[in-house]
Nanobody
Framework: QVQLVESGGGLVQAGGSLRLSCAAS????????MGWFRQVPGKQREFVAR????????YYADSVKGRFTISRDDAKNTLYLQMNSLKPEDTADYYCAAGPAATSDYTSVLNYNYWGQGTQVTVSS
C-alpha cells in the first residue's frame, strides 16, 4: 500500500511557475507508475501527466504539453510536477496518484489505485 501527500500548491499570477511535490510512504514507490490529475469543482477529474517506472516514459495532456514537466526521485519517494507559464485555466485541485506499471488507459482515474488528498493551485489573471 502507498500513502501519498501533495504539497506546493498556492496562488500565482498568470505566466508564473509552481512546483508540486507528492511524497509517498512505503518502500514500493519505485514499482508504481505515477500520475498527476486535476479537478475543478463540479467537473470530472482530468489527466495531467504520467511517468512510468524508472521514468522511462512520460505522457502529458495536450493542454499542458510544453509547459508542465513530470519527474520522480525514487530515492526520495517523491513525485514532482513543474508547472511553468501558468494560465488561469490551470486553476484546480491537483492530485497525485499511483497505479500499476501496465494499463490500457493511463488517462483514466480508474487505472490508479492510490490517491493523495490534493493541493490547490490558483492562477490569477
Amino acid at each position: 500500500q502507498v500513502q501519498l501527500v501533495e504539497s506546493g500548491g498556492g496562488l500565482v499570477q498568470a505566466g508564473g511557475s509552481l512546483r508540486l511535490s507528492c511524497a509517498a510512504s512505503g518502500r514500493t514507490f519505485s514499482s508504481y507508475a505515477m500520475g498527476w490529475f486535476r479537478q475543478v469543482p463540479g467537473k470530472q477529474r482530468e489527466f495531467v501527466a504520467r511517468i512510468s517506472r524508472g521514468a522511462v516514459m512520460k505522457y502529458y495532456a495536450d493542454s499542458v504539453k510544453g509547459r508542465f514537466t513530470i519527474s520522480r526521485d525514487d530515492a526520495k519517494n517523491t513525485l514532482y510536477l513543474q508547472m511553468n507559464s501558468l494560465k488561469p485555466e490551470d486553476t484546480a485541485d491537483y492530485y497525485c496518484a499511483a497505479g500499476p506499471a501496465a494499463t490500457s488507459d493511463y488517462t483514466s482515474v480508474l487505472n490508479y489505485n492510490y490517491w493523495g488528498q490534493g493541493t490547490q493551485v490558483t492562477v490569477s489573471s
